[in-house]
């Protein structure tokens, strides 16, 4: 097949999981266009089939807000037209369902039925899409489109919930190469950020409000009273000078390390004993399910899909969102030596039921369905 896949190119886990969808679809011989604003931070691989599309917005002076809708729906009839896309699948509903609606007309009228995939992730509806600004639309474009994906049953559920969505929405989950998050050897690692053998908890997130980097800064603190450890926080974000300044509060500074962005999060959770994840909102929570993956349990909320992939009592526990003293007594049920090797064992089966090769070929066939329609209408 040749798709063409739009999403946001930051680090955000919808530009995660297209990029990966995309680089894993590549490798399976279909032809991936990515049609972007900048090069997404995983498409740093070279391979035959992986092609990178920038969209340009023209500065004028007239342009307070730059149109950038309008430049990616006419990038896309370009690429359709001129690469032969059999498919469009666009992350996130704002605004790149709408533009892939727009797209779609415009290309009706050139002779060239597109169907469009839209898969939701969980911000775009639970807190962006709900605002009156924009519902109107999300509700429509989602409507629109041929086939509509969310990452978790409760995201699905959410979206019932709050707009009228007359779609049937599959579910598709996040996914995980169990090749790249795997544990590996990293002692050396190890023995400089815990040279007692200190447990080693880790958090990694955006540092947006909704991730309550400070929930974590407390369970770690009370941790850290009762047993020797260490706090791992990887990211960056608008939160972060606050969560500094927390950690000379409470005098914990020579314990917890902010590493900001890294690329290779794998090699910090291949040392972890613990993941972190407090959130007040998660459609699903693919840091989590990255952490799994190397071995590391969760200690969680139960917010949105968060439990659907977190098997309380299971691969960690799940509690109430700011229950921060139950998730102090979890976090050393889990951290105890007589538990901790079942957690850790149990975290990594739970994510082979979210391999990359299980979940890819779930987006295949809605590709092929949705193609198959399109053509049955001619
Ligand atoms: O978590 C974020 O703030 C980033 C956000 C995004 O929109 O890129 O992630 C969302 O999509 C991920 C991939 O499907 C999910 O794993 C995250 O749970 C979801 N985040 C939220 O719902 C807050």
Do not use: W
């Not at 968060?306 to 003293?325: M, Q, R, Y």
């Amino acid at each position: 097949m040749r798709i063409g896949i739009v999403c946001y190119p930051t680090f955000g886990g919808s530009g995660v999981v297209a990029t990966e969808l995309g680089k894993a679809l590549a490798l399976k011989g279909h032809q991936v266009h990515f049609i972007t604003y900048s090069q997404p931070a995983r498409l740093d691989v070279f391979n035959e089939n992986l092609f990178y599309h920038e969209v340009y917005i023209p500065s004028y002076p007239l342009f307070q807000y730059p149109p950038y809708e309008l430049a990616l729906a006419s990038k896309m009839v370009d690429i359709v037209r001129f690469e032969k896309l059999d498919v469009l699948h666009v992350h996130y509903a704002i605004p790149h369902a709408s533009a892939a609606f727009m797209a779609k007309q415009i290309l009706r009228t050139k002779g060239i039925n597109i169907p469009v995939i839209t898969t939701l992730h969980g911000t775009d509806i639970t807190l962006v899409g709900k605002d009156a600004s924009f519902e109107p639309v999300v509700t429509f474009s989602i409507n629109q489109s041929d086939e509509v994906t969310a990452v978790s049953d409760s995201l699905r559920e959410e979206t019932y919930d709050y707009f009228q969505i007359e779609k049937d929405i599959q579910v598709i989950p996040n996914f995980v190469s169990l090749d790249k998050f795997k544990r590996q050897k990293k002692e050396h690692f190890r023995m400089a950020i815990s040279p007692n053998n200190e447990k080693l908890l880790v958090h990694t997130s955006n540092f947006r409000a909704v991730k309550r980097v400070e929930d974590v800064i407390q369970i770690f603190a009370k941790v850290r009273q009762r047993i020797p450890s260490k706090l791992l926080l990887v990211g960056d974000g608008p939160d972060r000078p606050k969560m500094e300044k927390l950690c000379r509060e409470l005098h914990i500074c020579n314990d917890v390390r902010f590493l900001g962005k890294l690329d290779a999060v794998e090699e910090v959770l291949s040392i972890a004993d613990l993941f972190l994840m407090p959130s007040e909102k998660e459609s699903f929570g693919l840091a989590a399910l990255e952490a799994m993956s190397c071995e590391v349990p969760v200690i969680s909320t139960n917010a949105g899909g968060i439990p659907e992939l977190n098997i309380d009592g299971v691969t960690g526990f799940v509690s109430p969102i700011g229950a921060i003293d139950e998730m102090v007594e979890k976090a050393l049920f889990v951290l105890d030596d007589a538990n901790l090797p079942r957690f850790k064992a149990n975290a990594l089966e739970r994510a082979k039921d979210f391999d990359i090769e299980k979940i890819v070929p779930l987006y295949e066939k809605t590709y092929q369905k949705a193609i198959n329609e399109q053509l049955a209408l001619l």
